[in-house]
């Protein structure tokens, strides 16, 4: 199960980068906004595939190599949509598929965790992240 996960990961990674390069064809400050959000939340995609793979007792050459797959595989789609012109239309859906999936992940997966261990450090990093949210979307 190991290369399965990890695989998956890949694949979301590669989608990470199309989803960058969607963004940079509406404009470079919604281009910039995904890129940041994608390279903050991309680190921990890297250690779950190398703990995807060490836990389903796959070799440390093998974890590597995933690992190496999923840090270009952004990098692929972004240059692969980067030679794509998408349709207003469809380029509007696509992205908004991309924030559906991190408002899902979001709702179903770390919010849940949070109430499991309650922490006003929780909180306060959820408030700060609501502003910084505001923030960065008030710029655009």
Do not use: C
């Not at 989803?19 to 995609?45: C, P, S």
């Not at 794509?84 to 991309?98: E, K």
């Amino acid at each position: 199960m190991g290369p399965v996960g990890a695989g998956s990961l890949v694949i979301h990674s590669f989608l990470d980068g199309v989803a960058i390069g969607a963004a940079y064809q509406v404009n470079q400050t919604v281009g910039l906004l995904v890129a940041l959000a994608v390279v903050f939340h991309d680190f921990t995609d890297g250690i779950n595939t190398v703990t995807l793979m060490l836990k389903n007792k796959q070799h440390l050459r093998n974890a590597t190599i995933f690992l190496i797959m999923d840090a270009i595989a952004p990098v692929l789609g972004v240059a692969i949509t980067s030679l794509i012109s998408i349709n207003q239309t469809v380029l509007a859906l696509v992205l908004a598929v991309f924030v559906g999936e991190f408002i899902y992940i979001g709702a179903v997966n770390l919010m849940p965790e949070t109430r499991k261990y309650p922490n006003w450090k929780i909180a306060a990093s959820t408030m700060l992240a609501i502003l910084l949210i505001l923030g960065l979307t008030s710029v655009i």
